[in-house]
Each structure stands twice: as C-alpha cells, then as structure tokens.
C-alpha cells in the first residue's frame, strides 16, 4: 500500500520533471541544428552562434538589458531589504497594512497593469515636473526596481522571520545602538538572502517584457523586446543559440553554487566530527 | 533620521499636490505624515516612499486617463481637470470608456475567457504540482535540494524563452507533430499551434514552479507526528492524507493557487505568441489598444476593470499571506 | 536482586514464575544503519502495569516505544501483545494508542473532532461517538471546551486532550512518551497524580517513557533503566532506589556517595571493606561472593549519611572531615563535607522541627552511617 501510494508520487514527478525540461531540451538540441527548419534536423552546426554575435541589434540590446538589470538589482535589494526588515521586525505601525499590500501586491500584479500606469505616470510627471525627461533607460530601471524589490522583500522576510530575534536583542543587551545591531548581526544573517535576492531581481529585470515595453522610448529596446519582435515572426535558429548561452551561464552558476554549498556543508561536518572528537 | 526623512517628504508632499483630490493621493500623504511620528520612521518610509509612489500612485493615473477622451494628440488623451479664467475649475469625467466596455461583446468575452483559462490552468498546475510538491518534501534531504534546485532553475532563464521554446514544439512541422507522424500515429500534422490549447499548455508550463514552491514549503512544514497520530488512532495512509494532510496543505494550495491565476488572467506574451487571433485574453486586448490602436483612455479602462476584477483574489491572497506570517 | 522489602509479594505479578505477560518483548533489536538504538531488549510487561522506560537522551526508550506502536519495525526478535504476535501489523491496526511527547493534536479540528477522530476511524456509529466524547471530555475536566481548536488551550488543556483522544478507544496499551515533559513542574505534579489515578479508573496497561526520574518514581509500578539500548535494570521504585545493581543506576537515580575500596573480608552475613578515603573499614550486612582482595564500591545515599559534632560510638562507617558547603532547602539541608582524604560526600538532613540544629561552614564533623545503609556493587 505504501508502495502503491509512492509509486504514484515517483510517477507525477517524473512526468512534471519531464514537462518542465523537454522544450528546454529542444531549443538547446535545437541550436546546433544546420538547418534553418528548426525542427528538421540537418545536422549538427554551430553556425547560428556565429549569426547570433553579428547581429549587432542583438547584442547592444543584451548590453543595454545587462545595465539595466544590475543597476536596478542593486537598489532593488537596498530597498526590498528594508521592506523586508519592516515586515519582519516591525509588527506595529500606522499604515502597516497598506505597506504589506504594497509589497505583496507587485507579486502577483499582471504585468500589463503595471506597465500601463507606470507609463502613464511618467507622462504626468514629465508634464508637472519636468523629470525622467523622456523614456528609457531610466524608466526602466525604476520599474524594474519597482516590481522586483517586493520579489526581494519577501526573500529577506521569510529568512528574517527563521532568525532567532534573541540575537538582535542579545546585541543590543550588550550594548549596540540599532545601527550597529543591524550590520554587525542582521545584515550578514540574511545576507544569503540579500544574494539570492540580487539574482532573483536580476533575472526579472533581465527576463521582463511587457513592462519594459510600456516604460521604454525610442531607441531603448531590451533583449527580450528584441526576441519577441523576431519570434512573433516565427521561429529563428539564432534566438535557440541565445537561449542556449543564457541556459549555459546559469546551470553553470547553479552548479557552482551547489557544489560550494556542498564543500561548505561537508566542512561544517567536518567541523562537528572534530569538535565531538575534542570533547 | 527623522530630519533626513521631513525635507523628503516635503518635497513629495508638494509634488503629490495636484493629485491630492483624488483618495488614493489623501490616504497616502495622510499616511506619511502621520508615520513622522516614530524614530524607526526612517527605515520604513524610504521603501514605503518608493513603492508609493511608483507602484500606489501610477494606478491613480490610469484612473484618471480612463475617464479622459481619447484624442489625436501627444499624449492622446484629454484633461479631466481645466483652469479656467479667475481660477474657475471645469471637470471632464468620461465614463464612456467603461460604458464602451460594457457594451462591446469582445472585451466582455474577454474578461470571462481569460478568468476561464486562468482557472483550467490553476487547477492542471494544482493537479501536477502537488504530487511532485510532496514527493519533494518527502525526499531525502539530499535529493529534496538537487530536486528544488531543478523546479527553480528553468524560472532563472528567460521566461521569453521558454514559451518560444514551444512554438518549435507545436507547430505544424515542429517536434511532436514529426514524431507522431514518423511513428505512424496520425497522417496529417495535428493543428495545435495557435490554438486555446497550446495557450494552456504555456500558462500551465510557465507557471508551474510558482503553484510547486509555496506547496513544497508548506508540505515541508508538515508534523510527521500528526500522520502517525492518525495511523495510531487507526487511519490508513490514503484516509490521513485526505483527513490531516490534505486540510493543512490548504494555506500551501491557496497561495499557489493565486500565485498562478492571479498572473495568468492577465498574461499577454502566451497568448501573443501562442495563441490564435481569436484567443481572446484580457492582457492582449489591453496590450493592443495601447500599442496598436493608441487609445489609451479605453486600455485604461481596460485595465480598472480588470482590476476590479483581481481585487478580490488579490485581497485573499493579501489575507492568508498575513495569516501565514502571524502564525510562524 | 532479594527483593524482601517488596510490600505485598503475592499480588505483584512479575515475582509469580506462573504469571503470563499481556506484553512480551523477546529479543528486540533496532538498527539504523550501523547505529544500534535498540540492543537485544527482553522484558516481560504484565496486565495493569504503570511501566516507565527510564533513561538518557538516546539511550533507545523512545525507538522501543515506537516498535511497540509499530512506527519502526524490529530488526530481530519479536512483540507479543496478549498472545499476538505484533510483526506485520500496521500502527492502524493495532490494539495500542500513543500519546505522543509534542500531543500532535490535529490543529485544524476541534477538541471534540480530535478525541472522535479514533472512534470515526472504526466506523462508529455518530450517537455512540457524541456520547463517548462527551464522557471522555467529562472525564479529564475539558467539557467547556469541546468546540475549541488545539491552539486555544493551555499546556495542560492540550495535554489532556491527547490522553482522552489516547484513551477514547479503549486501547490494551497506551504508550506515553515523556507526558508531562512539556508541563510546569507544579502542574506536572497535579497530572502524574490524575494520571495514575486514570490508569487505575481504567485498567489500561501503562507503558510511559521519561528521561525524569522523579517522574518515574512517582508513577510507575515498575521501571526499566535503559542505557545505550540495553535495559539494565528492571525493578519497582523502591527496588530501584535501595538496591541499584550497577554505579550507572545508582547514580542516576537520585544522588550517592560513592567508595572505592578492596574486600578484607567476605562472611555470608557481612563484608568489610578498606578504603583509601576513609580511615575506617566499611562494614555492610549482606555478603558478596567475591574473592577477598577484589576492588569494589560501595554506595551510601545521602540521606542515610548522619553528621555529628562528635565521634560516634562506631569502629566502622565513619569519616572525619569539615563542612564544605551548606544548602537550606527549607524540608531539608543539604551538607558537602570534604573527608580528610579530600573526597567530598552529601549527607542531607531533615529538619524536622523549627529549630533542628544547623551546622556551619568550616565546622569539623564526623559522617556516619549503619550497616544496613551500605550497597555493595561490584559493576
């Protein structure tokens, strides 16, 4: 019975791990095809690498996108860290709720509707005040900071509200003023969280379209504004080879990621074996 | 830090002005004026400040310009609001927009397809992703990591991509048609491209993680002393999933849930790119009266009242998020 | 071990050869990998019983609870419950219901869904689960609380829940696992008493597990002493506490002072012992057979240690020393002396009247004790 139950498990994991990879498979399979059919295969080639690097509209739009996303990382991750803090460490304030909708709204917010009223917004403000002064790289950034400090927030307040609040106060028991509690205890406890929360903004700044394209002015297309002007068009060979570099760059970061997390761990073992040994 | 944070807020307190006589303006200066109060002020009012004014804010816009005309101008749209001679304030309120809603089929078909897919979806990802969430959770620690890594990792390459990656699949000559045919199953090449299928099919592919995740952290969560209490007490296995696991999962399979339907009403790159020209979703119809009609007092609209439409999930959602986080 | 000091001989089951255990356990051993939880356990359990599994963090009480719940299957040996070989049945099906140490009340039902839950399992009729709920709740004083969720009770609310949904069964065994150990020591106290109280109402065998030995004393008919996987002692409270068979029980139920010395002098009705921390030879009542010359201990409880301001009238049991240490705990006052040799002993005195006379740091003292005090171990 128990292996009836399990076997059913072992089953729907198998076929959801096989959903979630096989178009992922196809496109990189796919980008070393001769063939401009991409689904025909006509041997392998890795011709569409070279197309890919000297299409110049391609890459100023990957530089562009790159700029943008680590710049609007950044301040999404100072900004999502307070928010964060405020949700995990203040229970009581006027306001509260509102701060809490702000921040948990954006994450499931369709990005149509968040694009539409930031660009209507900055036309407002232009006409009152004179500021972004046009569309582009600005805008962008700031909506993407926008939409992706709450994703940042949510990160730093699960990992804040797993801390043992003891330890602020411990710190603060003997006898460091907040500020100090924050960098010397806070700050490098959720620092994972802060790093993965740098990634998780990255990769949305990079990867977003429909907001970028509400927000962006002439002459300011992101990479995936790019992309999906020419895959509206059909299927291109050189846009597999793109999805194949990004693939590339970030199974080999989750790789190294994991295998740094599992030196780390067999150290701390290690550690532990030592010191019962000790005693 | 209070005195870094007045002159700021006086500066935004003058720029919020002429947007004060509209609610959502009142409620939020009203707001920072009565946090100056406290010392941690500091620390909550920069994000609070930020998300104000470029996430609160700009919705007061696409209200305004959803009651403005659309005229043939830069911006194309009217003024609600016109300063007359001696001061003398005129008011243009157009609910023409939302009465055109109303009125044309297409955007009502639309609303209710989108909430339609966006429901099929929810309940394919809730159905897929539940068994996998707590054959996860269930794991060996070492393979529950390699496992979550492997549900995460497809979310970190390009979202763009990915649904790309299924045109290649679905087409008429793509993968799954020449391997049915070269199998000999079918003769001509089964249309799936372009159709209502092919868009679930995305939505459900693409959103995914986001029902596996919440489901696995909930699912992980679990008490196993509460399923050997039931066995104890002389329940089967299958009966204790659904009498203790099952009602517990309940915070796990909401959030996912509306982490998934809540997006997917208003998803316009599956539809766009796999759908056909009479996959009605609402994302697109805004999508298309901005950029390819230009008229943005009618995609304001749009977007209102699809957001009237979300407010109620939202705001359930907004509940157990903050139910989950008192509880812990 | 004689167990001559046993108050009524007949009725105890375990001294009849005849009796027939209701629990067998014959043999058990637990392996997790390499690690040995539980090591070649036999204990026989009779009808009735309050029986405590005592031991350390680890010592393998908790993972012979769980085989006898059947949530871990034996590695060798077998259960015997009532005859029945347990091997292969499921924890559903057995006639055995557990209290479990963190109560795992079901938090999204109701106190009275909680206690039903067992009964709705069997199918029974809903009338007949209204009304044995409705006793039950009755029973261990939570009738006000029937609609209330898990997490609306106080600790000892919560904890009588799990034991009426323990009991509502009616179970031939009901495993406890450390069941006061979440509550204040005052109501824990209160709770053995109701608990022992219950068992008895009821006539459910008992068997608990607790890492506190105050506990076990108090409640139980017998305790086993686990160490390490093994039991090494079995025996009721007082056998336990006068006649501990090894330095390991002796030591970890209640206190003792501990003398290491060699047999000068081994008769059937006495031994006499020299010992590098006391002048004189300690003399004890019982004969050990062991060769004269071998090393032994011998231990002697605190409270059976006396303290005089001058030598008593005694060759043996007597040591001079000075107080080292004075702790008034109000019943008792409780006294470190360094002997002469340096080694420190306990002697606790009762005060029995207002005015018992005290004694003072640094005052030379002499620490007795009686023949019939001493314990000879040989492990």
Known sequence: MFNKRFNFILTMMAFGYAFLYIPIVSLIVFSFNKSKLVTVWGGFSTKWYGELFRNEQIIEAALLSLRIAVVSACFAVAFGMLAGFVLARMKRFRGRMLFSGMTTAPLVMPEVITGLSLLLFFIALQDLVGWPGGRGITTITIAHITFSMAYVAVVVQSRLSDMDPSLEEAAMDLGARPVTVFFAVTLPIVAPALVSGWLLAFTLSIDDLVIASFVSGPGSSTLPMVIFSKVKLGVSPDVNALATIIIAIVATGVVLAMVAMKKQESRHKRDIQIAAVAN | ?328 | MASDNTKDKSKSPWNDPYADPYISIENITKKFGDFTAVDNVSLKIYKNELFCLLGGSGCGKSTLLRMLAGFENPTSGRILLDGQDMAGIYPYDRPVNMMFQSYALFPHMTIEKNVAFGLHQDGMHKGEIRKRVADMLELVKLEDFAKRKPHQLSGGQRQRVALARSLIKQPKLLLLDEPLGALDKKLRENTQFELMNLQEELGITFVVVTHDQEEAMTLSSRIGIMDSGKIVQVGTPNEIYEYPGTRYVADFIGSINLFDGNVVEDEADHVRIQSEDTDATLYIDHGVAVTEGSRVGVAVRPEKMKLTRNRPDQADNVAEGIIDEVAYMGNLSVYRVRLKSGKIVKATLPNLDRDTEQFDWDEQVYVSWKPKSGLVLLS
């Open chain 2, 1 to 328: 830090m209070r005195a870094g944070y007045l002159p700021l807020g006086k500066r935004l307190t003058s720029v919020l002005e002429p947007f004060a006589n509209s609610v959502v303006g009142r409620f939020v200066v009203s707001i920072f004026g009565a946090l100056g109060i406290t010392g941690r002020t500091g620390v909550i009012s920069i994000p609070f400040f930020w998300l104000g004014i470029f996430f609160l804010i700009p919705f007061a816009f696409v209200l305004k310009i959803s009651l403005s005309e659309s005229i043939l101008a830069i911006p194309p749209y009217s003024d609600l609001i016109e300063w007359g001679e001696e001061g003398l304030i005129s008011l243009h309120l157009n609910f023409g927009n939302f009465l055109f809603l109303l009125e044309d089929d297409l955007y009502w078909f639309s609303y209710v397809n989108s909430a339609k897919i966006a429901l099929i979806s929810t309940f394919f990802c809730l159905l897929i992703g539940y068994p996998m969430a707590y054959g996860i959770a269930r794991a060996s620690p070492a393979n529950r990591n390699i496992l979550l890594m492997l549900i995460i990792l497809p979310f970190w390459t390009s979202f763009l991509l990915r649904v790309y990656a299924w045109i290649g699949l679905l087409k008429n000559n793509g993968l799954f048609n020449n391997i049915l045919m070269g199998l000999g199953i079918i003769d001509e090449p089964i249309v799936m491209m372009q159709t209502d299928f092919a868009v679930y099919l995305g939505i459900i592919y693409s959103y995914l993680p986001f029902m596996i995740l919440p489901l696995y952290a909930n699912l992980e969560k679990l008490d196993g002393t509460l399923l050997e209490a039931a066995s104890d007490l002389g329940c089967k296995p299958i009966k204790a999933f659904f009498v203790v696991t099952l009602p517990l999962s309940i915070p796990g399979i909401v959030a996912g849930s509306m982490l998934v339907f809540i997006p997917a009403v208003g998803e316009f790159v599956i539809p766009a790119l796999l759908g056909g020209p009479d996959t009605l979703m609402i994302g697109r119809v805004l999508w298309d009266e901005f950029f390819n009609n230009r008229d943005w007092p009618l995609a304001s609209a749009v977007a209102i009242a699809m957001l009237l439409f979300l407010v109620v999930p939202i705001m359930f959602f907004q509940y157990f998020q903050n139910k989950q986080s008192e509880a812990s």
